[in-house]
């Protein structure tokens, strides 16, 4: 089971702060959020990619975003210099800015370019490249369309993410245009969308988890000492309060819904400082 890249909320500190709670779960790899693949930005320097390829207890994976083959394969070329031997290529963002410029899943409307992409993932990280995805932009039948481009690719695996980018997050997963890229697919399809935190679904394919995970967080009797060792790492990544609060008010919305915190969401939401976030825990 893959823990699913959530921006602003399964970041290296999050991972280190749950690495424990992660492996017990069952996770045997972290795909990070993404990092762009664009002209001026050293992958490096990202502070996802901070403490190395062996750095971390759970194996983790680069994600990138971005639509040019060059800057895609300088991004590679730098971090494998640096040891890391995969990445994963983001094909699924759905928010208007990034589709529009044909990054994410704008790379589902632009076949020839997401080829050169594909090719240029594949060529720089041999054996170590993979793909995620959402089954289309507009209609759930255009992933299933690019298959056979896909198919070229001796990709690691695919992730396939069962909405459209137009669904965003919500609406329901479509099961049978995902049974129809599992059936299509020449390379192992790990399959994404409202899962439970279950390693394999009911068709022994192996999942990624995001959500439902963050969401059973919440539920654990020693969440608030995670909690605290988040801040404490999140502060020393930031050097300072104010994103450290934002952070942690973005985790805990997940939990609005569970009964220990339904009110404590309500005091959280207004907190002004870290400290007085931290008074709570
Ligand atoms: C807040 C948030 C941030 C996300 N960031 C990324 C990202 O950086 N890269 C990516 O490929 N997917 C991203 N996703 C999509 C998730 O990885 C995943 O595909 C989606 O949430 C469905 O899986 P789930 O129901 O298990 O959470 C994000 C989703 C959310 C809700």
Redesign the pocket.
């Known amino acids: 089971m893959i823990l699913?890249?959530?921006?602003?909320?399964t970041v290296r500190s999050f991972r280190e702060a749950f690495s424990s709670v992660m492996e017990e779960m069952g996770f045997t790899e972290a795909i990070t959020?993404?990092i762009s693949a664009m002209k001026g930005i050293d992958p490096l320097s990202d502070r996802e990619l901070k403490n190395g390829p062996q750095g971390e207890a759970i194996a983790v994976t680069p994600?990138f975003i971005g639509k040019d083959p060059n800057e895609l394969r300088r991004a590679l070329r730098r971090i494998k210099d640096a040891g890391w031997e995969r990445a994963d290529l983001?094909g699924?963002?759905p928010f208007p800015m990034v589709r529009r410029k044909g990054r994410g899943s704008g790379l589902l409307k632009t076949p020839e370019n997401l080829s050169r992409m594909l090719e240029a993932g594949c060529e720089e990280m041999p054996g170590g490249f993979s793909f995620?995805v959402r089954l289309g932009v507009d209609e759930p039948s255009e992933l299933e369309k690019l298959m056979p481009i896909i198919n070229n690719f001796p990709l690691r695996f695919l992730t396939v993410?069962a909405r459209t980018a137009r669904q965003m997050?919500e609406g329901e997963c479509n099961k049978e245009a995902l049974e129809r890229i599992c059936a299509l697919s020449k390379v192992r399809v790990v399959v994404?969308?409202?899962?439970p935190v279950v390693p394999f679904d009911g068709a022994n394919r192996e999942t990624m988890?995001?959500?439902?995970f963050i969401r059973l967080l919440g539920k654990r009797v020693d969440i608030k000492e995670f909690l605290a060792k988040y801040v404490e790492l999140s502060r020393q990544e930031f050097g300072c309060d104010r994103p450290v609060l934002g952070r942690m008010k973005e985790l805990i919305a997940y939990w609005r819904e569970i009964p220990q915190w339904s009110r404590l969401w309500n005091v959280v939401k207004i907190c002004r400082t870290l400290d007085e976030f931290k008074s709570l825990l």
Do not use: E
Not at 192 to 195: A, H, I, P, Q
């Open positions: 699913a890249p959530l921006r602003g909320v959020p993404f994600q983001n699924g963002c995620k993410h997050y994404n969308g409202d899962l988890v995001g959500r439902s």
